[in-house]
Nanobody, 127 residues
Framework: QVQLVESGGGLVQAGGSLRLSCAASGIIFGSYRMAWFRQAPGKEREFVAAISRSSGSTGYTDSVKGRFTISRDNAKNTVYLQMNSLKPEDTAVYYC????????????????????WGKGTLVTVSS
């Protein structure tokens, strides 16, 4: 019952857009920072974006600044990642993540900070 479920991944052409969603259940959603990580084939899982408990602060890895936007709707227990101007190097499995810190965002969040992971959703950007 404690679960994060991602949706919205798929195949998109370079320059296109996708919006990922992550629905949380079994947790008090507003008590968690939320984040997105991604993992490309043969690479380590890397931080992408994070948002604080009440949306007071956000942070992004440099490679997605200006292109991706993280947001959350605590009434819907959902966090989003709007991805614009997608590039082939954005191709990866994207994972939703939650941690219990009450603090604002200092980037990057580390995988060891994370208390709960989603299963991931695949984003493929073709050139």
């Amino acid at each position: 019952q404690v679960q994060l479920v991602e949706s919205g991944g798929g195949l998109v052409q370079a320059g296109g857009s996708l919006r990922l969603s992550c629905a949380a259940s079994g947790i008090i959603f507003g008590s968690y920072r939320m984040a997105w990580f991604r993992q490309a084939p043969g690479k380590e899982r890397e931080f992408v974006a994070a948002i604080s408990r009440s949306s007071g602060s956000t942070g992004y890895t440099d490679s997605v600044k200006g292109r991706f936007t993280i947001s959350r709707d605590n009434a819907k227990n959902t966090v989003y990642l709007q991805m614009n101007s997608l590039k082939p190097e954005d191709t990866a499995v994207y994972y939703c993540a939650a941690d219990r810190s009450p603090l604002g965002i200092t980037v990057p969040l580390m995988t060891k900070d994370i208390d709960l992971w989603g299963k991931g959703t695949l984003v493929t950007v073709s050139s």
